[in-house]
Structure formats: structure tokens, C-alpha cells
């Protein structure tokens, strides 16, 4: 397993695929085996920057941004939890045990776990699977200090929501279907006052939904929001994965983020 630094001062690894399942319709963990000391700075919520596609072929040419789903650096671990929505996440679940995957990160600004927090609350959407990736290790952390942990979660139909399994057996889950015309948003006004921290991840419509009704909730609960974007870079230097901010105009999903305070994002 190769791990070095590049002339940007990024770590480069080879990670190695030890599992690899499908835990939902075109839902895929990918378990990997990784050096201990490409892991040992990651932080829930931060992304691996993977090329997906054949070693000796360019295409396609740019790698694909994936949040680290787990990390364990004792364990030399890590997984991915992959949605199939093109060509390049769809080459990444074909492939199997033992093969080699190359990656550059751990990348971006992750979650701030506040160490007086008690009261965990993390609220999840998608298109159609929610972006649950980078919350998983922040949920791990929190359930082994023993906070209460509530996860409200919304995906488009059962079938494409993540199992249980993959959470904290502490956790409480509680699950929304929109084609049932239900959704996460609706449910969170009374667990925001129970709340002393909130998390979230999901497309831009869910945040700015989000936005909208914790809004109108006094006091504002501070809320930390991971957000995706097409990224070319990674390391930001195209600017294309920019995020506007009311305060300070543009930031980058890829080096300011992917995590930002929610209230300062234009959605
Ligand atoms: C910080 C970060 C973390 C992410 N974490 C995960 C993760 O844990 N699991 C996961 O499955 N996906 C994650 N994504 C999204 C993932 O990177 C894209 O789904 C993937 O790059 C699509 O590549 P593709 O070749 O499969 O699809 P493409 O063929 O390139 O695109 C398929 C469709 O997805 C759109 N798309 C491409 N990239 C993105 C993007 N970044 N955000 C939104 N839409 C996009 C395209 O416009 C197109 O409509 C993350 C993205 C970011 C920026
Ligand atoms: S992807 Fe290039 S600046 Fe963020």
C-alpha cells in the first residue's frame, strides 16, 4: 500500500478493496484497507479524491470527490458509501475484493464536534438515496461519548434507504419517504429546541428547505451543512466548486468546505 506526498503537499495512497456490498438499491459500501498514516488527520466529513477508472486509461479523466464513510487508522480501515449515479461511481462499485483503488486526501473541512454538546441532532436528505456518507463517522464518535444521537433521515422510497446496520446501535433513527409525502424537514421544529448541536447533509433544496424552517426557530441552533459539488480540482484552484457565503462572497466547496455554517450559505 503506497502512500506520498505530492509537489501540492497532498498524500496520494493505494487503498486496497477488502468488502463490498450492496446495502440498498444502487447504494454500495466499499470497504478498504488503507495506511494508518493516510488516516491519520481525517476527520468526518472530509472526502478522498478517487480515480475511477482503469490505471492505464484516462477516462474519465477526472477523479470523483467521495466523503469518507468510516475510518479507522489503528485498523489501517476505511469504506466508502457510493451512490451509482454515473460512470465513474458506477466503475467504482464494480469493482471487487482486492483490487486497488488510487486516492488523494483526506481532503476539505469536516464536522466540529462541540466537546459540551450532549444532545446530538443530524438530519439527512438526497435525491434519491441521502448524502448519509459524511455524517457516519461524526455519528460514531458522538454515540462512543455518549451522547444522545437523534438521525432523521429522508430518501425518496424505502428501497433506497441505508440500513440501520450501518449506524451506532445508540442512534435513534427515525425515517421519511417522499413518494409516501413525507420528509425529515417537516419533523425537526420540536428537536430543535432538544438539540445543542445539529448537523445535516444533502443537496443544495433540502439545506435551503432546512434553512427555512430552523429559521423561523428562536434561538437559532448553530448547524453545520455538507454540501456536494461537481469538483474538476480539489484542491482549489478551478474555483468550480464554489459556495456563496453572505459574508465573504464565494468559498470553496473543496478547501473551505465541503462543511459550512449554514446560516452564512446563499442556497
Ligand atoms: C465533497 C463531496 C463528497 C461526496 N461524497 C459522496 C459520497 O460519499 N457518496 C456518493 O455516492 N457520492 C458522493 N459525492 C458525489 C459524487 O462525487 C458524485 O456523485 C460523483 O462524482 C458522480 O460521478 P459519476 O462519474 O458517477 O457521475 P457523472 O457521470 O459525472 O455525473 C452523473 C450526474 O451527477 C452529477 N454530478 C456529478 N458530480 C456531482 C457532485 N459532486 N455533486 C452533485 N452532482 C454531481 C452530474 O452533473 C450528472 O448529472 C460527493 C461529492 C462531493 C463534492
Ligand atoms: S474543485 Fe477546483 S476549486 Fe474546488
Same mark, same amino acid.
Given at each position: 500500500?503506497?502512500?506520498?506526498?505530492?509537489?501540492?503537499?497532498?498524500?496520494?495512497?493505494?487503498?486496497?478493496?477488502?468488502?463490498?456490498?450492496?446495502?440498498?438499491?444502487?447504494?454500495?459500501?466499499?470497504?478498504?484497507?488503507?495506511?494508518?498514516?493516510?488516516?491519520?488527520?481525517?476527520?468526518?466529513?472530509?472526502?478522498?479524491?478517487?480515480?475511477?477508472?482503469?490505471?492505464?486509461?484516462?477516462?474519465?479523466?477526472?477523479?470523483?470527490?467521495?466523503?469518507?464513510?468510516?475510518?479507522?487508522?489503528?485498523?489501517?480501515?476505511?469504506?466508502?458509501?457510493?451512490?451509482?449515479?454515473?460512470?465513474? +461511481? &458506477?466503475? %467504482?462499485?464494480?469493482? /471487487?475484493? =482486492? *483490487?486497488?483503488?488510487?486516492?488523494?486526501? !483526506? #481532503?476539505?473541512?469536516?464536522?466540529?464536534?462541540?466537546?459540551? +454538546? &450532549?444532545? %446530538?441532532?443530524?438530519? /439527512?436528505? =438526497? *435525491?434519491?438515496?441521502?448524502?448519509?456518507? !459524511? #455524517?457516519?463517522?461524526?455519528?460514531?464518535?458522538?454515540?462512543?461519548?455518549?451522547?444522545?444521537?437523534?438521525?432523521?433521515?429522508?430518501?425518496?422510497?424505502?428501497?433506497?434507504? !441505508?440500513?440501520?446496520?450501518?449506524?451506532?446501535?445508540?442512534?435513534?433513527?427515525?425515517?421519511?419517504?417522499?413518494?409516501?409525502?413525507?420528509?425529515?424537514?417537516?419533523?425537526?421544529? !420540536?428537536?430543535?429546541?432538544?438539540?445543542?448541536?445539529?448537523?445535516?447533509?444533502?443537496?443544495?433544496?433540502?439545506?435551503?428547505?432546512?434553512?427555512?424552517?430552523?429559521?423561523?426557530?428562536?434561538?437559532?441552533?448553530?448547524?453545520?451543512?455538507?454540501?456536494?459539488?461537481?469538483?474538476?480540482?480539489?484542491?482549489?484552484?478551478?474555483?468550480?466548486?464554489?459556495?456563496?457565503?453572505?459574508?465573504?462572497?464565494?468559498?470553496?466547496?473543496?478547501?473551505?468546505?465541503?462543511?459550512?455554517?449554514?446560516?452564512?450559505?446563499?442556497?
Amino acid at each position: 500500500m503506497g502512500l506520498h506526498q505530492t509537489e501540492d503537499n497532498l498524500q496520494q495512497f493505494t487503498a486496497t478493496i477488502t468488502n463490498h456490498r450492496e446495502v440498498a438499491h444502487n447504494l454500495v459500501w466499499v470497504g478498504l484497507r488503507a495506511p494508518a498514516a493516510a488516516l491519520r488527520e481525517a476527520r468526518a466529513g472530509q472526502f478522498v479524491f478517487v480515480r475511477c477508472g482503469d490505471p492505464a486509461s484516462f477516462d474519465p479523466y477526472l477523479r470523483r470527490p467521495f466523503s469518507l464513510a468510516a475510518f479507522d487508522v489503528d485498523g489501517e480501515s476505511a469504506a466508502l458509501l457510493v451512490r451509482v449515479s454515473g460512470r465513474g +461511481s &458506477r466503475w %467504482l462499485t464494480e469493482r /471487487v475484493e =482486492g *483490487e486497488q483503488l488510487d486516492m488523494i486526501g !483526506p #481532503l476539505g473541512n469536516g464536522y466540529r464536534l462541540d466537546e459540551r +454538546s &450532549r444532545h %446530538l441532532l443530524a438530519i /439527512v436528505g =438526497g *435525491e434519491r438515496q441521502p448524502h448519509l456518507a !459524511p #455524517l457516519l463517522p461524526l455519528l460514531k464518535s458522538a454515540a462512543a461519548r455518549e451522547l444522545s444521537v437523534t438521525l432523521l433521515i429522508e430518501a425518496e422510497r424505502e428501497a433506497y434507504l !441505508p440500513p440501520a446496520s450501518l449506524l451506532p446501535p445508540e442512534v435513534e433513527y427515525q425515517t421519511f419517504f417522499r413518494e409516501a409525502g413525507d420528509s425529515a424537514i417537516a419533523h425537526i421544529k !420540536p428537536l430543535l429546541g432538544w438539540a445543542d448541536q445539529v448537523v445535516a447533509a444533502g443537496p443544495d433544496d433540502f439545506l435551503a428547505a432546512l434553512k427555512k424552517v430552523a429559521g423561523a426557530v428562536y434561538p437559532r441552533p448553530d448547524i453545520q451543512a455538507s454540501v456536494e459539488r461537481p469538483m474538476a480540482c480539489a484542491v482549489g484552484v478551478c474555483l468550480g466548486c464554489a459556495v456563496e457565503n453572505e459574508r465573504v462572497g464565494y468559498l470553496r466547496a473543496c478547501r473551505e468546505g465541503p462543511v459550512f455554517d449554514l446560516w452564512k450559505m446563499v442556497l
